[in-house]
T-cell receptor
Framework: GAVVSQHPSWVICKSGTSVKIECRSL??????MFWYRQFPKQSLMLMAT?????????EQGVEKDKFLINHASLTLSTLTVTSAHPEDSSFYIC????????????FGPGTRLTVT | QKEVEQDPGPLSVPEGAIVSLNCTYS??????FMWYRQYSRKGPELLMY????GNKEDGRFTAQVDKSSKYISLFIRDSQPSDSATYLC?????????????FGAGTQVVVTP
């Protein structure tokens, strides 16, 4: 089956610094990827839709200047959490929609961010 | 009101029992319905995918969709301890938000040996 990877799987950073999370589709092309955030014992909340070659679209309440998304190629999207604060600590999960079958969406393993 | 409602549980069942999970949704435009399994600190894994109303069976798993009542269900037969996980329902298909999945809160299932 299709595989989506995320890097890093776990990161700890100090308050005020920026952290970049990568999402890669390993064996398929994905024009569209999605970024979700999940707090402990809560569901996944969609943050933004990442489109290759164009600007990301953000869900209501998500600060686009804080969560920078870059979708530079058909297999890579990055999420940069800028000036991170402890309340940004969460589990960030990406998904990638297979260009060959746009009904199929595959999730990455997630990245756990802890801001101290 | 959340678009997809799901009881977070936990739901504890003995090994071999049938696990019954369900969700309700509010937007009648939703057409695609999914069930995901998520182990602790891992990404969601797609279990079942159905379109419109009806039943779909895959091994020990059965998914049901009733669009008239906006109700979706997942049944796990002959449950095993390895089925212990959080199960998330999700919908997709509202015309203006294609691909943007709406998740339920997730139900934690514990299957005891």
């Amino acid at each position: 089956g299709a595989v989506v990877s995320q890097h890093p799987s776990w990161v700890i950073c100090k308050s005020g610094t920026s952290v970049k999370i990568e999402c890669r589709s390993l064996d398929f092309q994905a024009t569209t990827m999605f970024w979700y955030r999940q707090f402990p014992k809560q569901s996944l909340m969609l943050m933004a839709t990442s489109n290759e070659g164009s600007k990301a679209t953000y869900e209501q309440g998500v600060e686009k200047d804080k969560f920078l998304i870059n979708h530079a190629s058909l297999t890579l999207s990055t999420l940069t959490v800028t000036s991170a604060h402890p309340e940004d600590s969460s589990f960030y999960i990406c998904s990638a929609r297979d260009d060959r079958d746009k009904d199929e969406q595959y999730f990455g393993p997630g990245t756990r961010l802890t801001v101290t | 009101q959340k678009e997809v409602e799901q009881d977070p549980g936990p739901l504890s069942v003995p090994e071999g029992a049938i696990v019954s999970l369900n969700c309700t949704y509010s937007n009648s435009a939703f057409q695609y319905f999914m069930w995901y399994r998520q182990y602790s600190r891992k990404g969601p894994e797609l279990l079942m995918y159905t379109y419109s109303s009806g039943n779909k069976e895959d091994g020990r798993f059965t998914a049901q969709v009733d669009k008239s009542s906006k109700y979706i269900s997942l049944f796990i037969r002959d449950s095993q301890p390895s089925d212990s996980a959080t199960y998330l329902c999700a919908t997709d298909g509202a015309e203006d938000s294609w691909g943007k999945l709406q998740f339920g809160a997730g139900t934690q299932v514990v299957v005891t040996p």
